[in-house]
């Protein structure tokens, strides 16, 4: 990477070369965060075919390859539907800041050795930050659509997500408290040795699972899918979305499903630091000839497909289950690991 | 950061932040006023992310953007009907906000000019290496000189004391 910066830097002087940097990096973290959605649309779908024995799409290419790129061909093609007494720049700008929110979260996932874009001193702190601010989008959309729908839907979502965001904000400090730093590369710099949910005994092992339990329900899907549960609102907060306004949304959420399984993986199982078992050193640097990508996005898959998995099988709660779950259920336990993983790190 | 680059972040989010302000105030529509806030708070945060303190970046964000704002528009959600409009404002009121404004305008820009800074010529020059989150954590938690332990547990148990009384008055009969 160093090279370009050299280049630019004597072609464009300083100031433009740093400007050119941001936005090439902008253009290469879109282009991914793209293509990640394709991908992960396409793994949805066939996955689901899987569980509910049908072979899925299998028309487009080989194997359905190509399924989800002529889709997004079709989004992009169709039209914007104008929306009759609703409020047109909020409704514009929700989607805005719903994928704004997300790409955010995303710009700071460690993705490979080396390739790690935001790495503030306060990483985890800035994750947690950057992603409560998708709830304001998603409130927004079901205000301005003007309809009792969307309106609903937007309610639910935003009382899940303010609930279970402390439950998610209380698995990760866990892991801080572990580790002693909120700065993502030195918390993967930390795993070398041995992964946390290795590391940290019984308290680590419970987080890893309310981790996963509360990402799976601030993204929004099923068994967590009451902001659009089709059956009572038809699609909840974007019900009056239509086209790619409505991409937006889909994209977000998929890649939001990534961003958890991601963070889930850097906290818990290493990041793209490779399986090191302490002393066997031959076995040690075989697993050092993997590269570090695939170890990240390897670890980040199985967590999504842990994701699928629960959204295929278990049916939707009612929102008063939901609630209960939280405030009752998973913040107490949250608390109490919290306790627990302190006093292993003090003893 | 090179210096040019961070005038210019410097100026765009200032004129965000004014203009998002004086539209927060204007708007008619409750909701909007509640987004033109939203802009003014994340470009209070973009301010605190170019002075590299990141913590209170985050705080900006979390707090305010993720926090307070959406207890806002929860409660115009709850208790406005659609199409709610502010009422027409009466022109005493508008003069005596002027006025106030003015007020604080004179204060403030006394403040500043008549302060001593420690890089008056560049203030985003103070800002080029990051603020530890250690630093920030063991200066709260300190009873030295420059520490805030005291404070920090009054505030700490003014929280407790709202916290339970909002239970009281949110509690039912």
Known sequence: ?347 | MGTTANLIAFYTLGTLIIVSSVLAVTSKRMLRAATYLLLVLLGTAGLYLLLNYHFLMGVQLSVYAGGILILFIFAILLTSAKGDKFEPRDKQKVIYGIVAALAGVAVTLFVTLKYKFLFPDNPTIAGDQEINMKVIGQALVGTEKYQYLLPFEILGILLLACAIGGILIARKR
Not at chain 1, 133 to 154: D, F, P, Q, R
Not at chain 1, 220 to 228: A, I, K, Q, S
Not at chain 1, 271 to 293: C, E, Q, T, V
Not at chain 1, 307 to 316: G, K, M, T
Request: hydrophobic content about 55%; glycine content about 8%; proline content about 3%.
């Open chain 1, 1 to 347: 990477m160093m090279w370009i910066d050299n280049i630019l830097r004597t072609y464009l002087g300083d100031t433009w070369a740093l400007i050119a940097e941001f936005v090439l990096i902008a253009i290469a973290l879109l282009t991914v965060y793209a293509v990640l959605a394709l991908i992960l649309i396409y793994a949805e779908r066939k996955i689901c075919g899987f569980f509910q024995c049908r072979i899925g799409p299998n028309r487009v290419g080989k194997w359905g390859i190509l399924q989800s790129v002529a889709d997004m061909v079709k989004i992009l093609l169709k039209e914007l539907i104008h929306i009759n007494r609703a409020d047109h720049f909020l409704f514009r700008l929700a989607s805005f800041v719903i994928i704004a929110a997300s790409i955010c979260t995303f710009a700071a996932l460690p993705f490979a050795d080396g390739a790690h874009i935001i790495d503030f001193n306060i990483g985890i702190f800035y994750l947690l930050a950057v992603s409560s601010l998708g709830v304001v989008g998603i409130l927004m959309a079901g205000w301005s659509s003007n309809s009792k729908y969307t309106m609903i839907g937007a309610m639910r979502s935003g009382a899940q997500l303010i609930s279970y965001e402390i439950s998610a904000g209380l698995s990760l400090l866990t892991i801080v408290i572990l580790s002693g730093t909120m700065q993502i590369s030195e918390i993967v710099a930390q795993q070398s040795e041995m992964w946390f949910i290795f590391k940290g005994h019984i308290p680590a092992c419970l987080a890893f699972l309310t981790y996963l339990i509360a990402g799976h329900a601030e993204t929004n899907r099923g068994p967590f899918d009451l902001p659009e549960a089709e059956s009572e609102l038809t699609a909840g907060y974007h019900t009056e979305y239509s086209g790619i306004q409505f991409g937006f949304f889909y994209l977000a959420e998929y890649l939001n499903m990534f961003i958890i399984a991601g963070i889930a993986s850097t906290m818990f199982l290493g990041g793209w630091m490779p399986f090191h078992i302490p002393g066997w050193d031959s076995f040690n640097g075989i697993m050092d000839y993997i590269p570090s990508a695939v170890w990240f996005f390897g670890k980040t898959f199985f967590c999504v497909f842990l994701a699928l998995w629960v959204r295929w099988s278990f049916p939707r709660l009612r929102i008063d289950q939901l609630l209960n779950l939280e405030w009752k259920i998973l913040m107490p336990i949250c608390l109490i690991n919290l306790i627990l993983m302190t006093l292993i790190v003090v003893l």
